[in-house]
């Protein structure tokens, strides 16, 4: 059973527009989320979190929404740049507060930015 | 270079060898972990570790063996593996176990023929 779910493979954007890429999760215990970028042969960077008591976390280009209701949090990238293109993955976490759960990720969504 | 150094970056081995896999941090952190990518899937917990001791084993077969001598070092080692564990093995490190402050590792491209 997965519990974090990206239901978009893959994602085209022109250069300049805004990428929304966007995270499903079935775990209400879940209580913190990041989203990590890899590119290939690296291993994944962390980007962006957002703990459950807030619904937008911003970061430059970079905004996190949460939906605790729906259970779907969303990244947005504006604008969008071809140094963008990487895979994307979504994680999450529960109990963080007390520092002994592990992450859950996604499968991840393959951006590409088009010039 | 993210301070989290794995290596080989590549390995190829046979179903009958025995090879190992090397994590190094010198972040100061006290957790450390073992995932793995298989294509298409999510990134998966193997192992976990807290101040050198395994506080978590995702009933990973028993082919994998990690070994964690020291908070800054991580082993897995591997034996009699299946070709479908091929695939991309990632080391992490983080100042407790949690999600907060994960560093990865490049990953180990493993290869079993």
């Known amino acids: 059973d997965q519990q974090v779910k990206q239901n978009s493979p893959s994602l085209s954007v022109q250069e300049g527009r805004i990428s929304i890429l966007n995270c499903d999760y079935t775990?209400?215990?879940?209580?913190?989320f990041l989203w990590y970028k890899k590119y290939p042969a690296e291993g994944p960077t962390f980007l962006i979190s957002?703990?459950?008591?807030?619904d937008k976390n911003e970061d430059g280009r970079f905004t996190v929404f949460l939906n605790k209701s729906a259970k779907h949090l969303s990244l947005h990238i504006v604008p969008s740049q071809p140094g963008d293109s990487a895979v994307y993955f979504c994680?999450?976490?529960?109990?963080?507060?007390?520092?002994?759960?592990?992450?859950?990720f996604g499968t991840g969504t393959r951006l590409t930015i088009i010039p | 270079e993210t301070g989290v150094t794995q290596t080989p970056r590549h390995l190829v081995m046979g179903m009958t060898n025995k090879k190992s896999l090397k994590c190094e941090q010198h972040?100061?952190?006290?957790?450390m972990y073992w995932y793995k990518q298989s294509a298409k899937k999510p990134l998966e917990l193997m192992f976990v570790?807290?101040?050198?001791?395994?506080?978590e084993n995702n009933s990973v077969p028993s082919r994998f063996s990690p070994e964690c001598p020291n908070s800054s070092h991580l082993f897995l080692h591997l034996h009699t593996l299946q070709p479908e564990d091929s695939a991309l093995y990632l080391c992490?490190?983080?100042?407790?176990?949690?999600?907060?402050?994960?560093?990865f590792g490049s990953g180990t491209r493993l290869t079993v023929v």
């Open positions: 957002i703990s459950s008591i807030k």
């Open positions: 775990n209400s215990m879940f209580d913190y």
């Open positions: 994680a999450a976490s529960a109990g963080l507060n007390f520092g002994n759960e592990k992450l859950t």
């Open positions: 570790y807290s101040l050198e001791e395994r506080v």
């Open positions: 972040l100061g952190h006290n957790a």
């Open positions: 992490a490190s983080s100042p407790k176990p949690g999600g907060y402050g994960y560093t």
